[in-house]
T-cell receptor, first 111, second 115 residues
Framework: QQQVKQSPQSLIVQKGGISIINCAYE??????FPWYQQFPGKGPALLIA?????SEKKEGRFTISFNKSAKQFSLHIMDSQPGDSATYFC??????????FGTGTRLKVLA | DAGVIQSPRHEVTEMGQEVTLRCKPI?????LFWYRQTMMRGLELLIY????????DSGMPEDRFSAKMPNASFSTLKIQPSEPRDSAVYFC?????????????FGSGTQLSVL
């Protein structure tokens, strides 16, 4: 119940295309859903986050879509750029301070 | 602020040796987290502290792993004895208390290789 399942494991997208990464959870007590971006040799950094009372959040080219009834959420990267090539982690917060991460998606955007 | 500082960046050791990983959180942050990253399992939470007190260590894989936080500016993760399956990247992260402070700040990690 504490798991967050993420797919796909890896993704290759052409420059200008849309990248979509999906996550699913079971614990309805999760109350905060962030996405983290990690470049090689660096720690993950917060990209965008959403709370379950909102169905969508957009920041620039990055959008989170949240489906509370299906217990799923996804990250959409519009107009994907080579600089977006990184590993993306979805996460969910359990309780106030415990963050559970997905297994990660390695995105490569071809120039 | 220098961010979360971890040392060493890389550690290569032989099976059976003791390994100590170090972390300095961001000043003023009262929550500290240790995560382990592997290809197969992604980012796994090992343990987290609040005000230097361990709150949840349910992710610590076994008794060979221990973590301490003797003061607000320093934490260690120790593996004794180390095994090849412990090879991974270990991250430390910190955050401040309160709503509006949900962001975790990660260090650059320690790449551990146990031969």
């Amino acid at each position: 119940q504490q798991q967050v399942k993420q797919s796909p494991q890896s993704l290759i997208v052409q420059k200008g295309g849309i990248s979509i990464i999906n996550c699913a959870y079971e614990n309805t007590a999760f109350d905060y859903f962030p996405w983290y971006q990690q470049f090689p040799g660096k720690g993950p950094a917060l990209l965008i986050a959403i709370r379950p009372d909102v169905s969508e959040k957009k920041e620039g080219r990055f959008t989170i879509s949240f489906n509370k009834s299906a217990k799923q959420f996804s990250l959409h990267i519009m107009d994907s750029q080579p600089g977006d090539s990184a590993t993306y982690f979805c996460a969910a917060r359990s309780g106030t301070y415990k963050y559970i991460f997905g297994t990660g998606t390695r995105l490569k955007v071809l120039a | 602020d220098a961010g979360v500082i971890q040392s060493p960046r890389h550690e290569v050791t032989e099976m059976g040796q003791e390994v100590t990983l170090r972390c300095k959180p961001i000043s003023g942050h009262d929550y500290l987290f240790w995560y382990r990253q592997t290809m197969m399992r992604g980012l796994e939470l090992l343990i987290y502290f609040n005000n230097n007190v361990p709150i949840d260590d349910s992710g610590m894989p076994e008794d060979r792993f221990s973590a301490k936080m003797p003061n607000a500016s320093f934490s260690t993760l120790k593996i004794q004895p180390s095994e090849p399956r412990d090879s991974a990247v270990y991250f430390c992260a910190s955050r401040a208390t309160g709503q509006g402070n949900e962001k975790l700040f990660f260090g650059s990690g320690t790449q551990l290789s146990v031969l």
